[in-house]
């Protein structure tokens, strides 16, 4: 059982055109939600981690917020640089190290 | 050097060879991780070191697939008798900590082809 869903799987953008990106979580005791960033041919770049409903994190043009169920990582007026692949993880609940990654949001932002 | 270092980058193998990958942790960091990602997938686990203790391969996909970290520096990934289901990259990252804070240091990856 998938305990992160990430959506969109591909998400396209006009450089300037705001959105967000999903991470549906199920795993219950939630002991943090953390954000990456990955650029192609290289290893995931951390970016935020997230504790509590209500908590949010920013990082230049990006926030993540966090829910009972599900993150949000908003990008305001995306520039072409911010392309990537954005990945959600958590930790299963028998481990606090592991991390039990989603697939992915494929973001890619044009000129 | 500044972060985590892998080697090879890329490694071709002929189905049934063995392959070692190698990864050289940020200098201090207590905590080293493997992981496996296929094309199109996230990141998946396959074994955790804290120092040169293995606390964790639950991961592992078979006994095929072996981790050592016998200084607490430096890891090595060994695979025996590889299949093509073993093509992927696989990504070691290392932490200061015990990791828990999910601040992961990641190398680039080692892309291994099973032809």
């Known amino acids: 059982e998938d305990q992160v869903t990430q959506s969109p799987e591909a998400l396209r953008l006009q450089e300037g055109e705001s959105s967000s990106l999903n991470c549906s979580y199920t795993v219950s005791g939630l002991r943090g939600l953390f954000w990456y960033r990955q650029d192609p041919g290289k290893g995931p770049e951390f970016l935020f981690t997230?504790?509590?409903a209500g908590e949010e994190k920013e990082k230049e043009r990006l926030k993540a917020t966090l829910t009972k169920k599900e993150s949000f990582l908003h990008i305001t007026a995306p520039k072409p640089e911010d392309s990537a692949t954005y990945l959600c993880?958590?930790?299963?609940?028998?481990?606090?190290?592991?991390?039990?990654f989603g697939k992915g949001t494929s973001l890619l932002v044009t000129p | 050097g500044a972060g985590v270092s892998q080697s090879p980058r890329y490694k071709v193998a002929k189905r049934g060879q063995d392959v070692a990958l190698r990864c050289d942790p940020i200098?201090?960091?207590?905590?080293l991780f493997w992981y496996q990602q296929a094309l199109g997938q996230g990141p998946e686990f396959l074994t955790y070191?804290?120092?040169?203790?293995?606390?964790?391969k639950s991961g592992l996909p078979s006994d095929r697939f072996f981790a050592e970290r016998p200084e607490g520096s430096v890891s090595t990934l060994k695979i025996q008798r590889t299949q093509q289901e073993d093509s992927a990259v696989y990504l070691c990252a290392s932490s200061s900590g015990t990791g828990e804070t999910g601040e992961l240091f990641f190398g680039e990856g080692s892309r291994l082809t099973v032809l």
């Open positions: 200098s201090g960091h207590v905590s």
């Open positions: 993880a958590v930790p299963p609940p028998s481990s606090g190290y592991a991390l039990n």
């Open positions: 997230l504790y509590s």
């Open positions: 070191f804290q120092n040169e203790a293995q606390l964790d």
